[in-house]
Structure formats: structure tokens, C-alpha cells
T-cell receptor
Framework: AQTVTQSQPEMSVQEAETVTLSCTYDTSESDYYLFWYKQPPSRQMILVIRQEAYKQQNATENRFSVNFQKAAKSFSLKISDSQLGDAAMYFCAYRSGGKIIFGKGTRLHILP | DGGITQSPKYLFRKEGQNVTLSCEQNLNHDAMYWYRQDPGQGLRLIYYSQIVNDFQKGDIAEGYSVSREKKESFPLTVTSAQKNPTAFYLC??????????????FGQGTRLTVV
């Protein structure tokens, strides 16, 4: 069975600094998708970034980028120039076929 | 506007009663999902459906039931067999097939409290 592991329950970063959130996954599939979602206090789930497993190039979205290491089954999220609005729960997610599973999340605190 | 609507936002029920959570989408998505969120547990998959009249159990299906009679609707029933039903429930939908837009779109969630 596929699993997604986020080993950092909480992290803190100084405003304007860079932080990296870790995610590893376990699968025997070769074709899948990976995502990072943000959940602010409103609890609305917001897509941050997606990565197709067949693409070697790491995805980027403005201040957000990923380090996708397929052989190591690792998918970390880097947030550059952290802002107060980045404070939230961040979830790593894996999709293969019709099933989408999530990790337990990392709570990110931004220190002013 | 296209989106996913969950209702109600807050729901209170007495122990031993079944309760149904509503989820409707007008995004024309084939796949729909139900997740349960508890503190420190992330999102755990309860059930998912890829096509009308078909659905699959997720990781924590015990004590829950679903139906998919229409493409737009995927209601979740929390039965009295669910030992600890108090939680935040999230419904999601997505397209299927090979596409860049394969992410799940989420509703606002329903907070269920059983007393």
C-alpha cells in the first residue's frame, strides 16, 4: 500500500528566510503525481504546487519550489522569502490512478 | 461559480444516531473523495468514487457508508458503528486521466460533533 510520511510535525522560520518541508512516500507505481497543499486556519485546502513523476524537472510556483528525488521517493517543499501569510498546515499528497492519499502534515510558524 | 459544496458546516448529533453529510460538485469531475481530519492525523481517506454507482473503501471505511447515484453528489453516512465520529470531514473531487490538472479540489468541510 502507498504511504506518505511527513517527519516534521512543526517547524518555525523567520520572516523573509527560507524553509524546507520534508516528505517521503512509498509506492511500487512508476506513474503518479505529487502535491503540496496548504491549510490555513480557515481550514480550506489550497493547492500549492504539483509534480508529475515522469517529469525530471522540479516544479516551481513563485516562492514555492520542490526537490523531487524519484529514486529516493522524496518530495520536499522549499518556501523562499517566507511571509506571515505562509503560516499554515502543509500537507504532502500522492496520487496514483483514482486514489489520493495525504501525509499527517507539518505546521509551519512564521516568526516576525 | 464552479465548486464543491459541503453542508452543513457544523453538525451535532446524539450518540447512536446515523448522520449524513452532503457533498455536491458542479465541476463535472468524475472522481469524488471523503476524508476525515483529526489533530495530528492528517487527512485519512474514508471512501472514494471514480464513476457513478461505484466506489472503493479507503483506509478507514469502517463505520461509514457512501452512495454515488449521480455524478454531482457523493453523500457520506456516519453510522452508529463508527466508534469515534467526532471529527472534521472534507469532501473533494478531481478529474481522471492523464492531465496536469489532477489535483483534488476541496469543499469547506463539515465539523461533526457527537454528544
Amino acid at each position: 500500500a502507498q504511504t506518505v510520511t511527513q517527519s516534521q510535525p512543526e517547524m518555525s522560520v523567520q520572516e523573509a528566510e527560507t524553509v524546507t518541508l520534508s516528505c517521503t512516500y512509498d509506492t511500487s507505481e512508476s506513474d503518479y503525481y505529487l502535491f503540496w497543499y496548504k491549510q490555513p486556519p480557515s481550514r480550506q485546502m489550497i493547492l500549492v504546487i504539483r509534480q508529475e513523476a515522469y517529469k525530471q524537472q522540479n516544479a516551481t510556483e513563485n516562492r514555492f519550489s520542490v526537490n523531487f528525488q524519484k529514486a529516493a521517493k522524496s518530495f520536499s517543499l522549499k518556501i523562499s522569502d517566507s511571509q506571515l501569510g505562509d503560516a499554515a498546515m502543509y500537507f504532502c499528497a500522492y496520487r496514483s490512478g483514482g486514489k489520493i492519499i495525504f501525509g499527517k502534515g507539518t505546521r509551519l510558524h512564521i516568526l516576525p | 461559480d464552479g465548486g464543491i459544496t459541503q453542508s452543513p458546516k457544523y453538525l451535532f448529533r446524539k450518540e447512536g444516531q446515523n448522520v449524513t453529510l452532503s457533498c455536491e460538485q458542479n465541476l463535472n469531475h468524475d472522481a469524488m473523495y471523503w476524508y476525515r481530519q483529526d489533530p495530528g492525523q492528517g487527512l485519512r481517506l474514508i471512501y472514494y468514487s471514480q464513476i457513478v454507482n461505484d466506489f472503493q473503501k479507503g483506509d478507514i471505511a469502517e463505520g461509514y457508508s457512501v452512495s454515488r447515484e449521480k455524478k454531482e453528489s457523493f453523500p457520506l453516512t456516519v453510522t452508529s458503528a463508527q466508534k469515534n465520529p467526532t471529527a472534521f470531514y472534507l469532501c473533494a473531487s478531481s478529474i481522471l486521466g492523464d492531465s496536469q490538472n489532477t489535483e483534488a479540489f476541496f469543499g469547506q468541510g463539515t465539523r461533526l460533533t457527537v454528544v
